[in-house]
């Protein structure tokens, strides 16, 4: 079993609508990230979370340490949301990551 | 703007051949990591070094090398490539003191052939 699991692995979805992508993990950890891959490779760090909620635009992103488990929400999700969402937990304090094997989200106009 | 850089955005070899695929970064960052990312796989920790001169063993270091002579700079090294080593290779680089934000180069694409 996968120490990091995402669901789902492929989302299609309208323009407008409210994504949630999830993320559910079985170690402990220090931190966990929210990273985004645009078609070309280039990964972007979203959040980075170790309790609680952030929100920055139209992201948001929370995680419940008692059980194990993330949430990252889309709202009002546009075409150019379009990407690979990553999800990673860290354990430690020198950066180093387990990583989901991603949810392909593909927002249509 | 802070910056991770990878020297190529795609590079061609031949089995056989020494790769070096370097990495640099200019925001003072100790640790830096080495990742191959392969479709169905996700990303996999080949190496990562947390101050200069230092290095640890990710996941899969079987056939890599790794050199980090300045802290800005951390090479990845394919002593004799191999076909099964064509694959996205991407560096990130994130500070030391408690738990930060891990900065992206834009990714090489390699192909062994």
């Known amino acids: 079993k996968n120490e990091v699991e995402q669901s789902p692995q492929n989302l299609t979805a309208q323009e407008g609508e409210f994504i949630t992508i999830n993320c559910s993990y079985s170690?402990?950890?220090?931190?966990l990230h929210w990273l985004q891959q645009h078609p070309g490779g280039g990964i972007v760090s979203l959040f980075m979370?170790?309790?609680g909620k952030k929100k920055h635009g139209r992201l948001i992103a929370t995680i419940n340490i008692q059980e194990k488990h993330s949430s990252l929400h889309i709202t009002a999700s546009h075409p150019r949301d379009s990407a690979v969402y990553i999800c990673?937990?860290?354990?430690?304090?020198?950066?180093?990551?387990?990583f989901g094997k991603g949810t392909k989200l593909s927002v249509k106009p | 703007d802070v910056k991770v850089t990878q020297s190529s955005r795609y590079l061609v070899k031949r089995t056989g051949e020494k790769v070096f695929l370097e990495c640099v970064q200019d925001?003072?960052?100790?640790?830096m990591f080495w990742y191959r990312q392969d479709p169905g796989l996700g990303l996999r920790l080949i190496y990562f070094?947390?101050?200069?001169?230092?290095?640890e063993k990710g996941d899969i270091p079987e056939g890599y090398s790794v050199s980090r002579e300045k802290k800005e700079r951390f090479s990845l090294i394919l002593e004799s490539a191999s076909t099964n080593q064509t694959s996205m290779y991407l560096c990130?680089?994130?500070?030391?003191?408690?738990?930060?934000?891990?900065?992206f180069g834009s990714g090489t694409q390699l192909s062994v052939l």
């Open positions: 170690v402990g950890i220090s931190a």
């Open positions: 925001m003072d960052h100790e640790n």
């Open positions: 990673a937990v860290e354990r430690g304090s020198q950066g180093n990551l387990i």
């Open positions: 979370l170790s309790s």
């Open positions: 070094s947390y101050d200069v001169k230092m290095k």
């Open positions: 990130a680089s994130t500070t030391t003191t408690g738990v930060g934000k891990l900065f």
